[in-house]
């Protein structure tokens, strides 16, 4: 089966990889949660989270699932149009446009969605919850919400 041009681009990254045990009668069953962030470093990305009972399966999985909930973002040049927040539950992240040379400045969650998104210069900072699901979604939600001069133009319409 061939893949799409498209797909072929994708990048992907594990964000993080939770253990988890569920005490049985039986004795202890083991299971796996993986975070992974898909992007085309050009303004498309996406999360997925699986859970499965082996490591690579729950890549998989999250992987698949990432590719489903692929999102555009409006970028200008290399770094955001404006600034913004993004939140989700007691996640909220402050993302910033930088300089040219800044380079991201951000924790590991935001850093895999911002590089994967094809964003080179931002500066942000992370408050409240600090759980790497909820800064993913955080920042998402965040560069979701972005909009160039020329949307916001044609939405209100002027030239």
Known sequence: ???????????????????????????KRLSFSALVVVGDKRGRVGY???KAREVPSAIA???????????RVSLRGETLPHEV?????????FMKPAAPGTGIKA???A???L???????????CYGSRNPLNVVKATTNGLKALKTMEEIALLRGVS
């Open 1 to 27: 089966m061939m893949t799409p041009p498209e797909e072929a681009a994708l990048e992907e990254t594990v964000v993080s990889i939770n253990r988890c045990t569920a005490v049985t009668k039986g004795g």
């Open 48 to 50: 997925g989270f699986g």
């Open 61 to 71: 999985k999250a992987t698949k699932d990432a590719k489903k909930g692929l999102t």
């Open 85 to 93: 927040w993004g939140r989700f539950g007691a996640a909220r992240i």
């Open 107 to 109: 924790g590991a969650s």
């Open 111 to 113: 850093r895999a969605v």
């Open 115 to 125: 590089e994967l998104a094809g964003v080179r210069d931002v500066l942000s900072k």
